[in-house]
């Protein structure tokens, strides 16, 4: 199980933009594609975008497309997710994943991991 440290969570107003930082902790996450995901109240999680850090190529569901940008810091290995014109739908926990076998889109789409971190909180409200 990989884990992660992942922040810069908090309570935004719709409109407005956030910052969440992924760190992957105690292994070496290049060449590997890494996942930002949510799970919002009652519901299952998502994919929301995906980076593979060897290609850099990206991925990101369509609720999210021309708002969120994913990104990574290749010498501090943490991957970003920039979230602008946050959305009340976009409230919820984001965690990340990674996975050295896969492509962005299957990442995103087709995950099967049955184990998440803390996350970190998304709360979207006027």
């Known amino acids: 199980q990989l884990e992660f440290d992942e922040s810069g969570g908090g309570l935004v107003h719709p409109g407005e933009s956030l910052t969440l930082s992924c760190v992957p902790v105690g292994f070496n996450s290049d060449d590997h594609v890494i996942g930002w995901f949510r799970q919002a109240p009652g519901k299952e999680h998502e994919g929301v975008a995906c980076?593979?850090?060897?290609?850099?190529?990206?991925y990101y569901r369509d609720s999210v497309k021309g708002r969120f940008t994913i990104s990574r810091d290749n010498a501090k290995k943490i991957v970003y997710l920039q979230m602008n014109s946050v959305k009340s739908e976009d409230t919820a926990l984001y965690y990340c994943?990674?996975?050295?076998?896969?492509?962005?889109?299957?990442?995103?789409?087709?995950?099967?991991?049955?184990?998440w971190g803390q996350g970190t909180q998304v709360t979207v409200s006027s």
């Open positions: 980076i593979n850090t060897h290609d850099g190529s990206l």
């Open positions: 994943q990674a996975d050295a076998s896969t492509t962005v889109q299957n990442m995103c789409d087709l995950w099967a991991f049955d184990s």
